[in-house]
């Protein structure tokens, strides 16, 4: 199954390895789902983790990158002509239509309300995952 993956949920799966984000890097790691992604969602992974506020080892966040990377699928996506609330969260919408992905994020009012953008828990649950 192909995800497309908001950085909120990463920043709250690095805080808590026991809630629903961490359950969806889980999902990754077993092969469960496929995250989707493209150069602009990298490095936003990237620079996001990376911010000095939160803390996280940079060892931790190479190897979740990598991760991504190789267990993940880069495409390269088309742009869309949508406005959005926040018009840097275009990409992650752009990609899931791309792949045909479900879009998992923590912000789901930034995104037009469609049956295929869910919050982790509600992705969770739909799939019994």
């Known amino acids: 199954m192909?995800?497309?993956i908001d950085t909120n949920i990463f920043v709250s799966a690095f805080w808590s390895?026991?809630?629903n984000p961490a359950k969806i890097i889980g999902l990754i790691q077993n092969g469960i789902i496929t995250p989707c992604y493209?150069?602009?969602i990298l490095e936003e992974y990237e620079e996001v983790l990376s911010r000095a506020k939160f803390g996280f080892d940079k060892w931790e966040i190479n190897d979740f990158l990598a991760?991504?990377?190789?267990?993940?699928?880069?495409?390269v996506a088309k742009d869309i002509d949508i406005s959005l609330f926040?018009?840097?969260?275009?990409?992650?919408y752009e990609v899931a239509k791309?792949?045909?992905?479900?879009?998992i994020t923590g912000n789901i009012k930034h995104f037009p309300p469609e049956n295929d953008t869910m919050l982790p828990a509600d992705f969770l649950s739909k799939f019994e995952l």
Do not use: H, P
């Not at 991760?67 to 495409?75: A, H, P, V």
């Not at 926040?86 to 992650?92: M, P, R």
């Not at 791309?98 to 879009?103: E, H, K």
């Open 2 to 4: 192909f995800v497309v």
């Open 17 to 19: 390895k026991n809630g």
């Open 38 to 40: 493209d150069y602009r």
């Open 67 to 75: 991760q991504i990377k190789n267990d993940g699928m880069s495409i």
């Open 86 to 92: 926040d018009e840097s969260d275009k990409k992650f």
């Open 98 to 103: 791309q792949c045909n992905a479900i879009l």
